[in-house]
Nanobody
């Protein structure tokens, strides 16, 4: 059983930047690189969590939703068991609760309906 804890959300003006972090831990020893990691977001009024970005188990493959390509960067740090989402050129439509997710599935099959491990979410609000 993994535990995921996000941090770094907040209020930012349009055009600004934020960096989200997600610390991954477990009650017993676990292998960080067994897990694919992703960021999802749930916008106000939406029931579905949309996948924003995903990074492979070894960190050699990443993918991004079209809406964030060129603005967001996902990375992972095996020494600290942490995954990051660097967000830039933020827009009001990026406002959402952002969730960190983990599973042993490949990125292509990590959807909100099958992911097993979730963080509690962190609010990102982009507004002037």
């Amino acid at each position: 059983q993994l535990r995921l804890v996000e941090s770094g959300g907040g209020l930012v003006q349009p055009g600004g930047s934020l960096k989200l972090s997600c610390s991954v831990s477990a009650p017993s020893a676990f292998t960080f690189h067994y897990y694919t990691l992703a960021w999802f977001r749930q916008a106000p009024g939406k029931e579905i969590r949309d996948k924003v970005s995903c990074i492979s188990q070894r960190g050699d493959k990443t993918n991004y939703a079209d809406s964030v390509k060129g603005r967001f960067t996902i990375s992972r740090d095996g020494a600290n068991n942490t995954v990051y989402l660097q967000m830039g050129s933020l827009k009001p439509e990026d406002t959402a609760v952002y969730y960190c997710a983990a599973d042993t599935l490949p990125c292509a099959t990590m959807t909100s309906s099958v992911v097993r491990y979730w963080g509690q979410g962190t609010q990102v609000t982009v507004s002037s």
